[in-house]
């Protein structure tokens, strides 16, 4: 299983954040690979990544099932993959304290089937790097959205 976990601080109120990331539409776009998302309802979407890997052009879609949301502190979501297999879960946490606030963003993906073996080492790869860029993506847009 490939995990991503990356804090960042941000100079802003919980709840500043939390109007921000309890909005699918407000930073969908910041996702790393992004294609195009589609709403199904308040709690499921459909994602489609796009991107280059050593040379190879890969789209991938993705459900998104949002489990948890806890205003204004925490945003569990698990992932299946559709296009290929894995399976996957993530979390946003915030904490405030000061006027500022801590995120969290930890992603988890496990590839299975035939195509794990292939989809593994490119998953251990990207994981790290979108929960990384994912998360730092966010504190600026909230920043500027508030």
């Not at 976990?5 to 969908?28: C, F, G, M, N």
């Not at 790393?32 to 499921?44: G, L, S, V």
């Not at 296009?83 to 988890?108: H, L, P, W, Y």
Request: with cysteine; glycine share 8%; charged share 20%.
């Amino acid at each position: 299983m490939a995990t991503g976990t990356h804090t960042v601080e941000i100079p802003v109120d919980v709840q500043a954040v939390w109007e921000y990331v309890s909005d699918l539409e407000k930073w969908a776009t910041t996702v790393p690979a992004y294609k195009e998302h589609k709403i199904i309802n308040d709690r499921q979407s459909i994602w489609t990544f796009e991107g280059n890997v050593k040379g190879i052009k890969k789209t991938i879609q993705a459900q998104v099932d949002i489990t948890e949301w806890n205003e204004p502190s925490n945003i569990k979501f698990e992932l299946k993959g559709l296009s290929d297999n894995f399976t996957g879960s993530g979390q946003f946490t915030a904490e405030g304290a000061n006027g500022k606030t801590i995120m969290t963003c930890r992603v988890e993906v496990l590839a299975g089937g035939l195509s794990g073996a292939v989809l593994a080492p490119i998953i251990k790869w990207a994981v790290p790097k979108v929960a990384s860029r994912l998360t730092e993506s966010i504190a600026r847009k909230v920043v500027v959205f508030s």
